[in-house]
C-alpha cells in the first residue's frame, strides 16, 4: 500500500412569486435552468419532508443496521451538503459522517450503536443543549493555523457556550454563482451591490458582510433553500466554505453551477460538545489526531476531493488539534 501520504505542515421554498429567470440568459438556458430546477426541487423536497429541516421538531434518525448492544451515541450532522454532510436513500454520508464514525469507533461504540440526526447550522447548537445528540458536526470561524494545541476550545454562539475538538478540516469561503455569470461575476469584489445567500447559523455570512458590506445578504434556512434562490434569480451568490459549495455544484451541475476560485476568510469543521464535558472534547481531539496519524484522514479528504472534483488547501491542513502517542 505504500507509506501514508501526509500533507504538509420541512424544502421550504422561499417566496410564493413566479419563478425569476436570469435576464441575460437564452430562451434555451432559461429552460434547462427551469427543468433542472424543477428536478431538483423534488429531490429536495423529499429530503426536506424526510428529514425535517425546518424547525418541525422532527429529525431523520439513522442508525447502522443491526440492533444496539449496549450504549448508543447520538450525533448531529447536515443533510443537504453533498461529499460532506448528505442524507440520500436512507442513510448518511459524507466526509463529516465519515469522521463521526471514526471518531465515534475510538470512544468504543460499534456502528450498530450509532444514531445520526440531522441538523442545520441553526438548530445544531440547539439540539446539543437540549440532549437530542451527545456531539454535533459544526463549522466555526478559525484562524489560527495548522497548530491548534492552544487553541480556545470554549465557543458561544447565540448565548450557547459549548467546546469544540478539531478542527478536522480547515476550508476557505468561496462563493457559488450561475455558470452564465462566470465572467461577470469573477470574484468576491464583483458581487457589491448584488444579492448572496447565506445560511442562518453559518459564519460565512458574517464574514462575507464584514469584509463586503455593500453587498446584500439574504438569509435562509439551509443550503437547499440557497441553491433554490440562487438557480431562480432571487439571489446572485451563495456563501459558504468550499467543500460545501463544491459539493452543491457537483450536485446542481457544473453546467448550471461555478464555484469562483476567489475567496475570504477561512472556516473551520470541528466537532462540539456541552460546555461541562472538556474530557469529552479531549478524548475527541485525541482521536482527531489519530485520524491523521494513521493515513485514515488522507485516505477520507482524497475520497472527498474526487467525488466533488476539489482540492484541500494544504497550507491549511491537516491540523494538529492533540499530541501524537509517538511524541510520547
Same mark, same amino acid.
Given at each position: 500500500?505504500g507509506v501514508?501520504? %501526509?500533507?504538509p505542515a420541512?424544502?421550504?421554498?422561499g417566496g410564493?412569486?413566479?419563478?425569476?429567470?436570469h435576464?441575460l440568459?437564452?430562451?434555451?438556458?432559461?429552460?434547462?435552468?427551469h427543468a433542472? !430546477?424543477?428536478t431538483?426541487?423534488?429531490?429536495?423536497?423529499t429530503?426536506s419532508?424526510?428529514?425535517?429541516l425546518c424547525?418541525?421538531?422532527?429529525?431523520?434518525?439513522?442508525?447502522?443496521?443491526?440492533?444496539a448492544?449496549?450504549?448508543?451515541?447520538?450525533?448531529?450532522?447536515?443533510?443537504d451538503?453533498?461529499?460532506?454532510?448528505?442524507y440520500?436513500?436512507g442513510?448518511?454520508?459524507?466526509?463529516?459522517v465519515e469522521?463521526a464514525?471514526?471518531?465515534a469507533?475510538?470512544?468504543g461504540y460499534?456502528?450498530?450503536?450509532l444514531?445520526? %440526526?440531522s441538523?442545520?447550522p441553526?438548530?445544531?447548537?440547539?439540539?446539543?443543549?437540549?440532549g437530542?445528540v451527545?456531539f454535533?458536526?459544526?463549522t466555526?470561524?478559525?484562524?489560527?493555523?495548522?497548530?491548534?494545541?492552544?487553541?480556545?476550545?470554549t465557543?458561544?454562539?447565540?448565548?450557547?457556550r459549548?467546546?469544540v475538538?478539531?478542527?478536522?478540516l480547515?476550508?476557505?469561503?468561496q462563493?457559488?454563482?450561475?455558470?452564465?455569470?462566470?465572467?461577470?461575476?469573477?470574484?468576491?469584489?464583483?458581487l457589491d451591490?448584488?444579492?448572496v445567500?447565506?445560511?442562518?447559523g453559518?459564519?460565512?455570512?458574517e464574514q462575507?458582510?464584514?469584509?463586503?458590506?455593500?453587498?446584500k445578504?439574504?438569509?435562509?434556512?439551509?443550503?437547499s433553500?440557497c441553491?433554490?434562490?440562487? !438557480?431562480?434569480?432571487?439571489?446572485d451568490?451563495i456563501?459558504?466554505?468550499?467543500?460545501?459549495l463544491?459539493?452543491?455544484r457537483?450536485?446542481g451541475g457544473?453546467r448550471?453551477l461555478?464555484?469562483?476560485?476567489?475567496?475570504?476568510?477561512?472556516?473551520?469543521?470541528?466537532?462540539?460538545v456541552k460546555?461541562?464535558?472538556?474530557k469529552l472534547?479531549?478524548?475527541i481531539?485525541?482521536?482527531l489526531?489519530?485520524m491523521v496519524?494513521?493515513?485514515?484522514w488522507?485516505?477520507q479528504?482524497d475520497?472527498?476531493?474526487t467525488?466533488l472534483?476539489?482540492?484541500?488547501?494544504?497550507?491549511?491542513?491537516?491540523?494538529?488539534?492533540a499530541?501524537?502517542?509517538?511524541?510520547g
Amino acid at each position: 500500500m505504500g507509506v501514508p501520504r %501526509h500533507r504538509p505542515a420541512c424544502l421550504r421554498l422561499g417566496g410564493s412569486g413566479d419563478l425569476v429567470p436570469h435576464t441575460l440568459a437564452t430562451v434555451q438556458v432559461r429552460r434547462a435552468m427551469h427543468a433542472r !430546477l424543477r428536478t431538483m426541487s423534488r429531490a429536495i423536497l423529499t429530503i426536506s419532508l424526510a428529514v425535517g429541516l425546518c424547525g418541525c421538531g422532527t429529525s431523520v434518525n439513522v442508525s447502522a443496521p443491526g440492533q444496539a448492544k449496549g450504549p448508543v451515541m447520538s450525533i448531529g450532522v447536515p443533510a443537504d451538503e453533498p461529499g460532506v454532510g448528505w442524507y440520500h436513500d436512507g442513510e448518511y454520508s459524507g466526509l463529516s459522517v465519515e469522521v463521526a464514525k471514526y471518531v465515534a469507533k475510538v470512544l468504543g461504540y460499534g456502528d450498530e450503536q450509532l444514531f445520526f %440526526h440531522s441538523q442545520t447550522p441553526a438548530t445544531r447548537l440547539g439540539r446539543l443543549d437540549d440532549g437530542s445528540v451527545d456531539f454535533a458536526m459544526v463549522t466555526f470561524a478559525y484562524d489560527g493555523g495548522k497548530n491548534a494545541l492552544e487553541m480556545d476550545h470554549t465557543q458561544t454562539a447565540d448565548g450557547t457556550r459549548y467546546e469544540v475538538s478539531g478542527p478536522y478540516l480547515v476550508a476557505r469561503n468561496q462563493l457559488l454563482v450561475r455558470a452564465d455569470d462566470a465572467r461577470r461575476l469573477p470574484d468576491v469584489q464583483s458581487l457589491d451591490g448584488r444579492t448572496v445567500c447565506t445560511v442562518a447559523g453559518e459564519y460565512s455570512g458574517e464574514q462575507l458582510h464584514d469584509r463586503r458590506p455593500r453587498i446584500k445578504i439574504l438569509q435562509r434556512a439551509d443550503y437547499s433553500e440557497c441553491s433554490a434562490s440562487l !438557480l431562480v434569480g432571487q439571489s446572485d451568490a451563495i456563501a459558504g466554505p468550499q467543500p460545501i459549495l463544491a459539493g452543491l455544484r457537483k450536485d446542481g451541475g457544473t453546467r448550471y453551477l461555478h464555484l469562483q476560485e476567489d475567496s475570504y476568510g477561512t472556516q473551520a469543521f470541528g466537532i462540539a460538545v456541552k460546555a461541562d464535558q472538556r474530557k469529552l472534547m479531549e478524548l475527541i481531539d485525541t482521536a482527531l489526531q489519530q485520524m491523521v496519524d494513521d493515513g485514515t484522514w488522507d485516505a477520507q479528504i482524497d475520497a472527498m476531493e474526487t467525488k466533488l472534483g476539489m482540492h484541500v488547501d494544504l497550507s491549511l491542513n491537516p491540523v494538529t488539534v492533540a499530541r501524537s502517542q509517538d511524541d510520547g
